[in-house]
């Protein structure tokens, strides 16, 4: 591989959206910011510069950062934050990925619009495991505030409670013409009958779960979170936040009649099925003989917005390739079994104040094992490795509830949380299992899970309580989807699998930024490994201080 060179300038930049004009921040003035291309096996050096007030990192979502866990960039994780005119260099290797990722921002809610894509290719003399594509198109979805999302979320935090919805969902930016004040922002994807393209389809939205779809077209599924996946055909995408998938769209064998509109709305938190809810662009066919001619606009049907049995039923398709080209090395025994329930909860609001939450004496939290998880005023990473953990973070996270959990789809008592720093210890190379319970105490959102560093092995979902005497003989140990973001289902688990091969402090959490806000997130910690290879390395000597 080689090295590419990428200068990311952290900068202000005036933005109309819905008639309303921002100073939002952006990459090099650009909103969404630049695509990431490298190959697989290339290494990557991003300077990231610092010209705006807030503090900022970056996160390459999805990278394994083997050996290279100071590039990682959740703040207060693997690093301080880069201050006002300070520079940081990420420098990473992309080994064994391809496909689809994101890069964003990961600090409070700065991901709002600081965000791009991370487009992998093949090796040089490598080719896709399915048809080459004619062309390849990012298309990333986003939200947009026409208030400050840094406000928005300093007041939810501050009152305890629920914070503003953004006004409108985006697809590369564009909120699209159901929305007013905005057809002429709307996205137009212009093709040629009779081609096949790739969609590099990206969920940068900071709260919501989408569906997508394509009037009168289909999708193939190829690609998930940079792994391939065995290909199937589908209607509808749903993509949560975090989440990446390569699909194919093959157009139409002659030009047609009409014009397509392809939507994404929210999977639970929508209204109808067209509405200001709805994000909107256009597939246009480049019709040659009359190009100025009205042709009608076709709408494609979108799934309720309480689909759960679509959604199961989709995200139960996805399978990897696994073949031997590309294999899927699934922990097949396991040597140690976590139990975490997720979900939100509430904490009590501090005293002699009213608060916002579901009551005036209580405030929203949101908990794993009903720790609600504290980030530290230093990096947690850097702790470990100066030897400087006391008092900064322990070692005791749970691994099964503090208090114990029976779903029964009313609300169990167990919605208060306890604040904490704590992590879990895990030997190098130990093969993990966890069952991610969620337990739907407040509203019925699933949870899309994103694990730092790895990639791990979705083997089983299901709803209600996890069983732990009959579920795990039906789990896949064959072909189970690889990602690093899945959701757990509202009212029901998944369970996934994978090796802690890779050395560093490596951050859970709910890709929902409000919910991570709100303390659903813990970290591990994987001590090294006796060969050279396996260590934590020192860090790099630009690694900002806090
Ligand atoms: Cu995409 Cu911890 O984030």
Redesign the pocket.
């Known amino acids: 591989g080689i090295t590419r060179h990428y200068t990311f300038n952290i900068e202000y930049l005036n933005v109309t959206r819905l008639c309303h004009t921002r100073n939002i921040l952006s990459v090099n003035g650009k909103f969404p910011g630049p695509p990431l291309v490298a190959r697989e096996g290339d290494r990557v050096e991003v300077k990231v510069v610092n010209h705006i007030s807030n503090n900022v990192t970056i996160?390459w979502?999805g990278i394994r950062q083997i050996n290279s866990g100071w590039a990682d960039g959740?703040a207060y994780v693997t690093q301080c934050p880069i201050q006002t005119n300070q520079s940081y260099t990420y420098n990473f290797t992309i080994v064994g990925q391809r496909g689809t990722l994101?890069w964003?921002a990961?600090i409070s809610w700065l991901r709002a619009t600081i965000y791009g894509p991370i487009i992998i290719l093949p090796k040089h003399n490598e080719s896709y495991p399915f048809e080459k594509p004619y062309k390849e198109i990012p298309i990333l979805f986003g939200e947009w505030f026409n208030v400050d999302p840094e406000a928005v979320i300093s007041q939810a935090l501050q009152t305890g409670g629920g914070p503003n919805v953004s006004d409108a969902y985006t697809i590369n930016g564009l909120p699209g013409p159901l929305y007013n004040c905005s057809s002429k922002d709307t996205f137009k994807l212009k093709v040629k009958p009779g081609k096949t393209y790739l969609l590099r389809l990206i969920n940068a939205a900071l709260n919501e779960e989408l569906f997508f779809s394509i009037a009168n077209h289909s999708l193939t599924v190829v690609e998930a979170d940079a792994t391939y996946t065995k290909p199937f055909d589908t209607d509808t995408i749903l993509i949560a936040p975090?989440q990446t998938t390569n699909v194919l769209l093959k157009t139409k064998p002659h030009f047609p009649n009409a014009t397509y509109l392809m939507a994404t709305r929210p999977y639970f938190t929508g209204r109808g099925t067209f509405d200001n809810s709805t994000t909107a662009g256009i597939l246009l066919y480049k019709q040659p003989l009359n190009p100025s001619k009205n042709l009608p606009l076709i709408k494609p049907s979108l799934p309720p917005i309480n689909a759960t049995n679509f959604v199961a039923n989709f995200t139960g398709k996805f399978r990897s390739l696994a073949n031997a080209k590309f294999p899927a090395n699934v922990p097949q025994k396991v040597d140690k079994k976590f139990f975490f329930t997720v979900g939100l909860g509430t904490s009590p609001c501090p005293q002699n104040t009213t608060c916002q939450g579901p009551s005036n004496t209580t405030k929203f939290a949101a908990s794993v094992n009903n720790i609600s998880f504290a980030l530290p005023s230093v990096s947690l990473m850097q702790a470990y490795y100066f030897g400087q953990s006391n008092g900064v973070f322990k070692t005791d996270f749970p691994a099964t509830p503090l208090n114990p959990f029976n779903y029964t789809g009313t609300p169990p008592n167990n919605t208060i949380v306890t604040n904490g720093t704590k992590l879990v210890v895990l030997k190098f190379n130990t093969s993990v299992e966890v069952v991610l319970q969620d337990t739907s105490i407040l509203g019925a959102e699933s949870h899309p899970l994103?694990l730092?560093g790895y990639d791990f092995f979705v083997v089983g979902q299901g709803f209600g309580n996890f069983d732990p005497n009959k579920d795990p003989a039906k789990f896949n140990l064959v072909d189970p989807v690889e990602r690093n973001t899945a959701g757990v289902p509202a009212g029901g688990w998944i369970a996934f699998r994978f090796f802690a091969d890779n050395p560093g402090v490596w951050?859970m959490?709910c890709?929902l930024d409000i919910h991570t806000s709100w303390g659903l997130r813990m970290a591990w910690l994987v001590l090294d490994g006796p060969g050279p290879n396996q260590k934590l390395q020192p860090p790099p000597s630009d690694l900002p201080k806090c």
Do not use: E, Q, S, V
């Open positions: 996160h979502h959740p994101l964003h990961h975090g994103h730092h951050f959490h890709h």
